[in-house]
């Protein structure tokens, strides 16, 4: 196990660089920061120019991979990071300089076991993408099909295995030292959260089946594609998929020269967003303009499947009802719904709980997209977490963030568009499906059966930690961390020492 020295040099390390750009200056400025906090970020900046605005994508980027997908996590939590540092967190690239081809061959011959030239008819060495966890190269396959071959960086496992155990150790400490706010929070599990994404990323082969079923679910979509596996190249370390030939979403102008329409290629999208979210339960979360692509016969291609995310059916249930409640004014509804699915503590009152979404969701219902300040919109909806109490939902905060970076994408194609109008039919339709008479009566069928099948088991499961149905899936364990305690470590000065370099390596929570 790492020494807790090791993981405070790492934190102070990364600390000194976070000053450079600029981003320990809310922790300096805030009022509840400690003195000896405020003192220890006063010299870790020392001798650096302060920027006129925190730059922490930029920061983030110099400290390197890890930290690069820590900031693309964070950037779907305003709540931790505040909201100035989650907007600048949202252009965090992962584009770096491409790792040497001959390691890279290496590497596909290893994990494919069988030479470059028995697999590729061409390959070319300079990579088409450089991202933080791989790259891709262009290829043409023995059987002459033009494919896409992603590759991991030589070492990356062990680069994300040493800053994963530092970012697991200050988590603990945070909330441990943080006081009520943090522990409300949950930053231990941010964590690890993070670290099931990084190891689903780092595993291609468990990408490519990701996509596979993503393939499948989409058939109900023609106007929405999803690229073929090639699985005879593809394993742990090399993933090959079908080339595609399009245009990325970010330039518009190419697309409307080419033909393209950009208002339908923006109603595919929040169709096909529907669908995987609602209907299936199982959506693409990193739908951001750079992995979407408009292919020449118009339809809307993805790519990357390294971050994905599932809900279950009661939950997808809660979710539909609430967007449908937003887009109807039936504030009552969804309070209830809060309630029902335990995001909110029962000795709260819904009534109350209402009157607070109404705050938020009367100033934007109707509005075009184009005039609502997502910004505004989810201060206030964070507000109302805080307000009541709600701890945070892990595997909401995926769907959050991609519904966000959805409707940005779909702005961007048709400045008009209103993702509520658009979502409307779509969420009628199968909320009446799913809640119509019929599915009542075939659910209450398979409830009553699946009783009978867990009568003898029942005490067992009543002395269990059972959730309810729709709650959150079952957490991913925490790290055991041994937290330094104030008695037994080096006193009052050494514990600042640990929140300052927490908070400027890990969470910046009190930022903006």
């Known amino acids: 196990m790492t020494a807790a020295v090791t993981h405070l040099w790492r934190l102070l390390r990364w600390g000194r660089t976070l000053a450079r750009h600029g981003a320990l200056q809310g922790i300096e400025h805030d009022p509840l920061t400690p003195p000896n906090v405020r003192r220890l970020v006063r010299l870790a900046r020392f001798g650096t120019r302060q920027p006129a605005v925190p730059d922490y994508a930029a920061a983030l980027q110099e400290i390197g991979p890890a930290a690069i997908k820590l900031g693309q996590a964070l950037a779907t939590r305003p709540d931790l990071v505040g909201e100035a540092a989650a907007e600048n967190l949202l252009r965090l690239q992962d584009s770096l300089p491409p790792a040497p081809f001959p390691a890279i061959k290496a590497a596909i011959e290893l994990a494919l076991e069988a ?27 023995t059987e002459g099909r033009q494919v896409a071959v992603k590759v991991l960086r030589p070492g990356i496992e062990d680069e994300f295995a040493r800053a994963l155990e530092t970012y697991e150790w200050a988590a603990a400490h945070v909330e441990v030292h943080g006081g ?16 099931q994404w990084t190891r689903r990323e780092l595993d291609l082969q468990r990408e490519a089946a990701s996509a596979s079923e ?17 699985w005879g190249r593809t394993a742990r370390r090399v993933l090959t998929l079908e080339w595609l030939d399009g245009i990325k979403l970010s330039k518009r102008d190419e697309l409307i020269a080419a033909g393209h329409d950009p208002k339908q290629l923006a109603f595919i999208l929040v169709r096909a967003f529907l669908r995987q979210a609602v209907v299936d339960g199982y959506f693409h979360a990193d739908l951001h303009q750079g992995n979407l692509f408009a292919l020449s016969d118009g339809r809307l291609a993805v790519i990357d499947f390294g971050i994905m995310g599932r809900i279950d059916r009661r939950a997808r ?4 009802e609430i967007l449908y409640g937003l887009i109807t004014g039936d504030y009552r509804r969804v309070a209830e719904i809060h309630f029902e699915a335990q995001y909110v503590p029962a000795h709260h009152n819904v009534d109350e709980f209402a009157t607070a979404l109404r705050a938020v969701g009367e100033p934007i219902r109707g509005l075009p997209v184009k005039d609502i300040s997502i910004g505004r919109m989810l201060e206030g909806l964070f507000s109302i977490t805080r307000d009541f109490e709600m701890q945070t939902q892990p595997h909401l905060l995926l769907l959050q963030k991609t519904m ?20 409307e039919p779509f969420l009628k339709d199968w909320l009446r499906t799913e809640l119509g008479p019929e599915a009542y009566y075939a659910d209450r069928i398979v409830e009553t ?39 037994n470590w080096l006193g009052p000065l050494a514990i600042a ?15 903006a």
């Not at 009520?180 to 231990?188: H, T």
């Not at 966000?404 to 979502?423: R, S």
Request: glycine residues 4%; proline residues 10%; without cysteine.
């Open 115 to 141: 030479p470059l030239e028995t697999l590729f008819k061409e390959f070319d060495e300079v990579p088409v993408g450089a991202a933080s966890i791989a790259q891709v190269h262009r290829a043409v396959t």
């Open 404 to 423: 966000v970076m959805e409707e940005g994408v779909a702005t961007a194609l048709d400045p008009d568009i209103n993702m509520w109008e658009a979502a």
């Open 180 to 195: 009520d706010e943090a522990e409300r929070l949950r930053p231990r599990m941010v964590i690890a959260h993070f670290k």
């Open 317 to 320: 249930l809660w979710l539909a």
């Open 449 to 487: 059966v699946r009783a009978f099948k867990v009568i003898p088991d029942l005490i067992r499961r009543i002395d269990a930690a059972y959730p309810p149905a729709g709650a959150a899936p079952p957490p991913p364990p925490l790290a055991d961390v041994q937290v330094i305690e104030r008695k």
């Open 497 to 511: 020492a640990i929140s300052a370099a927490v908070a400027a390596g890990v969470t910046y929570s009190l930022v």
């Open 214 to 230: 993503l393939r499948d679910n989409m058939v109900a979509e023609p106007g929405f594609h999803v690229p073929e596996i090639d």
